[in-house]
């Protein structure tokens, strides 16, 4: 049976990797969307070179996340939540595919115990079986000099297009990052072409689209509040990060 640890670039994966990286079998893995901040390949090369492992990234074999939005018109949302499946969750089973039979280590902690994100077929999980908490978790990335570092306005990483992200952060990165808010808008826009003006990315902006979002940030009509930089326990997913 060949054994995955599935890397997403957070704090429990990261924790996970660390305690497996002594199984000189085990194979680590880590599929990408293509809008995946800079920190989080960073953070990959550091558990690669602080672990001595090798982490295999893999991607969706057509589009990235964004070519799918634009080919199909069409954005993720908690309701639609296309993303995790066609972008993290197909590539790793099809390159898992090759090696089968096979079993997939997932990062959820003790105190997750029933989140099992559908795949329960496969995967196994360590820290469950180590009873390990959100502190022990933290505590062991902090040990080896590992706890991600996500942008400073960010509760935690994930693609900087997700549509879990509060309007406080998208309002930052508006501020802070604009070629990747530009690339937002232009996103935005080029399905509105489609489907109408009033078909929004988010709708945290009280329907405002996106080029209006980053005006008002521009001219400091919109202001967002500090993000506070604790250690997030809100969910995204499993194969995202956390
Ligand atoms: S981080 Fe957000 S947008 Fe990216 S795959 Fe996960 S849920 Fe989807």
Known sequence: MN?????SGGLDSTALAILMAENKKAKFIF????????????????????????ITR??????SLKEYEIARKFFPSPRARYCTRI????PIEEYMEIFAPFQLAIGLRYDETGRTGNISDYAIYPLQDKKMVRDDVYELCND???VPEYPWYMSRGGCYSCFFKSRAELLALAKHEPKLFNDLIYREETIQKSRGDNYLMFDRFKKNPLRRVKEMVDSKIANFEQIPMTYNTGQCG?????
């Open 31 to 54: 599929a990408d969307t293509g809008d995946e901040f800079p920190q989080v390949h960073n953070h990959l090369d550091n558990m690669e070179r602080v672990l001595n492992i090798s």
């Open 58 to 63: 893999v991607q969706n074999k057509k589009y």
């Open 87 to 90: 972008f993290k969750i197909k």
């Open 3 to 7: 054994l995955f640890v599935s890397v």
């Open 144 to 146: 080896y000099g590992l």
């Open 238 to 242: 499993i194969f995202c990060r956390k």
